[in-house]
């Protein structure tokens, strides 16, 4: 019987549950024996791997984050960890591998694919929602609800004590989930990476919204966002830890405006939780489109929702370039900014 592995890399989202149900629901539909592969890369590094049944993924599609575990390791910067991958694939009797993953994970298997190591079919999944050739990614539906739902939150509070309330959501390079959750939660200000942030811009609209009787405001802000003239030589993975850019942003207002400011920083509260159904579904038809991407023997390729249908493309035209926010919904939601 032919082999198919699933390896989950890189951030969790939640959804990859659904997907690692569907992958072995259709693998064993289609003759497969479906292995799990844990941790990631890390997994096939220490041949650490289990066959999966339908017993070990019923019970999954509610449950965030992988069953399977992930990690962050990039094998491309490790020439031994190259070695390890490409003897335990071939050792594992593996025909094909999913790798479930955002650009990071999707980059490594590409380069493994190209250089022949495996034979590799990629599934997006990215809360950011930032990878191209494809319309969406799952987890970023999860996201944006959570996210939305906790501006609502922060909306009774901070009318009660009067007070502007900064939101910082993820979002390192591309804003999508600050300006989703940021519109459907009625933010007064939405700033996003793609645009640096004029503070003195911010404070204004705020003061004309004072004017107009409203007493406090919502702003949303993605992690990654840049202050106009400011500075930041911390690392990126220091300014993630510290949420940096909200408290910047709430410190300046108010210096700026006398206003009252507190910062909520959602984190990976994002991440967690149960999936919408959105992303259960999407990551169920996912899961299957993969499978038969692997009996096509359409390697190298990534399954993609493309107007609402299941395309794939080459994984190098979801890797090569993020793709930003969607400029006609940045413009719109100006319409509803302080
Ligand atoms: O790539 C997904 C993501 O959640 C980003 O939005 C965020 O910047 C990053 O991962 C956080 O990474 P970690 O879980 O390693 O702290």
Known sequence: ???????????????????????????????????????????????????????????????????????R??????????????????????????????????????TLHEEGRIRVVGVPKSIDNALSGTDYAFGFDTAVNIATECIDRLHT?????????????????????????????GADIILVPEFPINIQEVCDSLKRRHQRGKSFSIIIVSEGAKIIGYLDKRTEVERRRFGNVSEMVAKAIEENTGYETRVSVLGHIQRGGTPTAYDRLIGTQFGVKAVELVKEGKFGKMVSLRDNKLHYVDIEEAVKKRKTIDMDLYEMSKVFSA
């Open 1 to 71: 019987m032919k082999k198919i592995a699933i390896l989950t890399g890189g951030a969790d989202c939640p959804g990859l549950n659904s997907v690692i149900r569907a992958v072995v629901r259709k693998g064993m539909i289609e003759g497969y024996v479906v292995t799990g592969i844990k941790n990631g890369w890390l997994g096939l590094v220490e041949n650490d791997m289990r066959i999966l049944d339908l017993r070990l993924t019923s019970g999954i599609l509610d449950r965030g984050g992988t069953i399977l575990g992930t990690s």
């Open 157 to 185: 509070t901070a009318e009660s004590h009067h007070r502007i309330m900064v939101v910082e959501v993820m979002g390192r390079y591309t804003g999508w989930i600050a300006l989703e959750a940021g519109i459907a939660g």
């Open 73 to 110: 390791i990039n094998p491309l910067e490790n020439a031994e960890q190259i070695k390890q991958i490409t003897e335990n694939y071939k050792r594992g009797g593996i025909d094909a591998l999913i790798a479930v993953g955002g650009e990071e994970t999707l980059k490594i298997a590409l």
